[in-house]
């Protein structure tokens, strides 16, 4: 994993090596391994290098010429086939001299342009330099693990894996206009697709390229969810299942570097460490495992029906189960309230509040020992493992399923500075046009079509944001986290695997816990859903509000530009008076007052002038 930037302008770049170099210092925490730019009189790629596969070399930018063109390129990823393209492409006449995928990468657009695309399997985003055609091409992965932003100009464009990398160049500026407002305080953390929040600043989409050149930037969408029969049997959809998320999690595991696995005790996770240490019992090897705690959370914790029992337990029996060595990270309170604000930054934006720094907590400590982990993020979006997915009202009301709080947050902003948006039919009208893409078969129930919908909200919307997250909370430490759920063949076979089947036996997830069996304890592979962990100790709540309140005495303060102070300072004195979640199970009233903590720190730090005409 990596962090790319670069700078392309037919005028000519002028002050180009400082300017990249500003940029590319943005970067350092995603590849603290080393640096390089490239320059030509109208192109600038900048590159900082994570060190995963063939450590000593791989240093990009990488140059190679072929067919009369000599090609740039910058790239940020990993990719789970480069052995087989590899073997392709010697057989076409290519030579390597490194084994990193990089080189095979480069090598597979030389060989078959935008076309190289289809063959991918893996977690990218990269930009290609063509010397001969003067133009840029740029793409992001299937699934959006992977990101890629950019700013574009008449005349020129400004990309970057990060959005602080383009707000570090002179030419964008950090302004948000009621659009901004709009996505702050109405859908974040999650975030339109292919919107970056501040003005201007834009995000290539899942499966989506494009070539820039001196007539502007032309976007296609290379791959999408495409509607099909299903024709395989219970089991044989069970056997196909259980073939493509082992495959993933094997392909996954090269590395040159340690590499370990998160581990909750939950299916997800735990389907990932068996099969990883089960690899590498077989070549002799042990597996780390890693899992986070809270302090006090066996004497705080209630259970509820979005998480009904603690994850410890669960975390000792699959360790005992695979003979892993585990690792625990406990964090307290204090901790997790003072990492709000530096997941801001890693973020660039207002995240999932305490869920973001208690991430980025335990991938710091991680990476003290280990440079890659595997996850299991994704599995609930594609296989329909969240509650809103069993439950009718939810899933049938309109707008986001997992968000029900759009009158509320639209009650706490100040008059007149959405400049007539309406909260909720704005929150609709971005879900609906998600659903526009939505592809359905002729022979499709109404049930059936409600849930190809919500696949295509949860992929394109829930899992982003948590792609999103994972993304740089990790990347801030430099450490390279894998999601095996996320191989898009899974998506592309799980679009038309029928309900009945995903939900097998009337279980979250009833199909994935059918294919594992064997691979897991009985009564681990039929554990109830329990989401990511967060804090119960009610120390937490008190020391949110009590930021809050610090945050709103502050003469400079600055959230007081977006929301009502008064009804802030109501909500201080009594919290019970937001009645809906915030975002999904995870973010209700402590979660609230951490996203007014953060989006103080965000306006503050990023100095953002707030447009109002």
């Not at 097998?504 to 859903?529: C, F, S, Y």
């Amino acid at each position: 994993m990596c962090g790319i930037a670069g700078w392309v302008d037919y005028k000519g770049i002028t002050k180009a090596e400082s300017i990249l170099n500003v940029m590319a210092q943005t970067i350092v925490p995603r590849g603290p391994d080393s640096k390089g730019i490239y320059l030509s009189d109208i192109c600038g790629l900048a590159h900082r290098r994570l060190a995963v596969i063939d450590v000593a070399r791989g240093t990009q930018p990488i140059t190679r010429e072929f067919a009369g063109d000599k090609c740039t390129m910058v790239y940020n990823g990993e990719l789970y086939n480069a052995d087989e393209l590899k073997g392709e492409l010697i057989k076409m006449g290519f030579s390597f001299s490194t084994s990193c995928d990089t080189e095979v990468l480069l090598n597979s657009y030389l060989a078959w342009g935008e076309a190289c695309l289809d063959k991918l399997n893996g977690i990218y985003a990269f930009a290609v330099w063509s010397e001969r055609e003067r133009q840029l091409f740029l793409a992001r992965d299937r699934m959006g693990v992977k990101p890629l932003f950019y700013y574009e100009y008449e005349g020129g464009i400004i990309f970057g894996s990060e959005i602080k990398t383009l707000l570090s160049h002179p030419y964008v500026k950090p302004v948000i206009d009621n659009e901004g407002i709009a996505d702050i305080m109405l859908l974040g953390p999650g975030r339109r697709p292919g919107y970056g929040v501040f003005k201007g600043v834009r995000e290539l989409i899942p499966g989506e390229c494009g070539y820039f050149s001196s007539g502007g930037l032309k976007k296609r969408r290379y791959w999408k969810l495409r509607a099909a029969p299903h024709k395989e049997s219970f089991e044989e959809t069970a056997e196909h299942t259980a073939y493509l998320l082992t495959d993933a999690i094997k392909r996954q595991l090269v590395s040159d570097v340690p590499l370990c696995t998160f581990l909750s005790g939950g299916l997800d996770s735990s389907v990932i460490s068996a099969v990883a240490a089960a690899e590498y019992k077989r070549k002799g090897k042990q597996l780390t495992t890693c899992s986070i705690d809270y302090k006090d959370n066996a004497k705080n914790f209630t259970a509820s029906k979005f998480q009904p029992d603690m994850d410890a337990p669960w975390i000792e029996r699959m360790v005992h189960h695979i003979g892993s060595q585990h690792i625990y990270t406990e964090l307290d309170t204090p901790a997790l309230t003072d990492a709000l604000i530096p997941s801001v930054y890693a973020r660039d934006l207002p995240g999932m509040a305490d869920v973001d720094s208690s991430l980025y907590l335990f991938c710091k400590e991680i990476k003290k020992h280990h440079t890659v982990a595997l996850s299991g993020e994704c599995a609930d979006e594609i296989f329909g493992g969240y509650p809103w997915y069993h439950d009718e009202e939810m899933m049938n009301k309109p707008g986001f399923p997992w968000a029900k709080s759009a009158a509320e947050r639209g009650e706490l902003i100040n008059k007149g500075l959405l400049k007539g948006i309406d909260p909720s039919e704005y929150v609709t009208a971005c879900a609906n046009a998600t659903l526009e893409m939505t592809e359905y078969s002729d022979t499709d129930t109404k049930k059936e079509r409600r849930m190809r919908e919500m696949f295509m909200l949860n992929i394109y919307w829930f899992m982003q944001c948590l792609l999103d997250r994972k993304d740089r909370m990790s990347m801030a430490s430099g450490l390279e986290v894998r999601v095996p759920f996320c191989d898009h063949r899974i998506a592309a076979y799980a679009y038309n695997i029928p309900w009945e089947y995903k939900a097998w036996e009337n279980r979250e997830k009833g199909l994935v816990r059918h294919a594992m069996t064997g691979i897991l304890p009985q009564d681990v592979l039929w554990r109830k859903k329990s989401p990511y962990p967060k804090t119960h100790n009610p120390t937490y709540l008190n020391e949110v509000i009590r930021r809050t309140r610090e945050i709103l005495l502050n003469e400079n303060c600055r959230i007081t530009e977006i929301i009502d102070r008064k009804k802030l300072i109501s909500l201080c004195d009594d919290p019970s008076l937001f009645k809906g979640n915030w975002y999904g199970q995870l973010m209700t009233a402590p979660q609230m007052f951490a996203y007014i903590i953060q989006t103080e720190a965000w306006l503050t730090r990023y100095d953002i002038h707030i447009e109002r005409s």
